[in-house]
């Protein structure tokens, strides 16, 4: 019996040749078709992630493109509505526009650099600082800065003492006149005789004159009319930075004229 039991313990460990050469050829032949079928899941999701980011991709396109179409259609609304205010608001201007004369400077960097002026939002009034000097002399002093390279400085009006008006920058070009706010604002300089700086009565009526037209011209409110003094602090136009109730006054003038 013992023998029986360790010959039977025997033939169990032992090892069958044929068997092992078939499980091995198994393995040989399911070897190349788990690495060709894990290749082609990988395949698979590459083109599946790549079809989604093209998905995306047009998506976004479509997106931007019917943004783009919007803010063209609103662009062009605006564009519209301010070009139809405009030309209502500058034939109503029309009926108040004062009288002045059109010399313009030379374009040049130091008193007209010909930029373009966007948009005008305020107005801003000036005195020349330069005493008995008139319309057509301050004109010429902005003139001879091209030349003499002094100083930047220009406005696009000048009102003289004896109430002329001469336009110096076109209303399309900013002017050398407040810092920091050249490209929103129009700017006026007036002439005086007074030791204090205050205005002549004609120089008075020229500029509210002007501000009325102006004002009306860009759909403005008296508010819109600032000193220099407003702007920065400078002490001009000296005369209504010191007299506030006369600086209100011109203001009234110019409210009962528009």
Known sequence: MKEERELRTELTNMRNPYLEEEFA??????????????????????????RLGCWVL????????????FLKDVKTD?????GAKEAVAGADAEAIKPDWTVDYLTPNPYSRPGESLPEVNSIFVHYTANRDTSAAQNRSY???????HETSASAHFIVGYDGEIIQ????????YAVKGRNYDSLSIECCYQSQDGSFSEETKESLAALLAYLLRLYGLEETDILRHYDCGGK???????????????????????D
């Open 78 to 82: 605006k564009g519209s509505v301010r």
């Open 235 to 257: 002490l001009c136009p000296i005369y209504y930075v010191e007299h506030e109730e006369e600086w209100e006054a011109l203001k009234e003038m110019v409210s009962d004229m």
């Open 168 to 175: 110096c920058i076109p209303l399309d070009e900013i002017a």
């Open 25 to 50: 050829g198994r393995q040989i032949r399911q070897r190349p078709v788990r690495q060709e079928r894990k290749a082609y899941r990988k395949r698979k999701r590459k083109k599946a992630l790549l």
């Open 58 to 69: 047009a998506g976004m396109a479509f997106l931007l493109w019917f943004l783009w179409l």
């Open 142 to 148: 902005f003139e001879s800065l091209k030349d003499t």
